[in-house]
């Protein structure tokens, strides 16, 4: 794929490559130079679903009140 560079430095994505990285419009991209000089362009946007087992369970359930209490610390801290 191919693209032209505009005297401000603006590229238009392909659209194979926006339909890959399932990119629309307003989403945020970033570019990644790797170790061996290659460029990659990864989709920054992430939908909130995407984030779901990222954490572990905690071990108990935390209450309401519990989680106030840690917001309130760290706030303060």
């Known amino acids: 794929m191919l693209s032209t560079m505009t005297s401000k430095g603006q590229v238009t994505i392909p659209k194979p490559a926006r339909d890959a990285l399932h990119l629309s419009p307003g989403d945020r991209v970033e570019f990644v130079l790797g170790d061996d000089g290659r460029l990659f362009l990864l989709s920054a946007t992430r939908p909130v679903r995407s984030l779901k087992g990222m954490l572990p369970k ?18 303060r801290s």
Do not use: K
Not at 58 to 75: F, G, K, R, W
């Open 58 to 75: 905690p071990a108990t359930p935390v209450s309401l009140e519990e989680m106030d209490a840690a917001i309130t610390q760290a706030v």
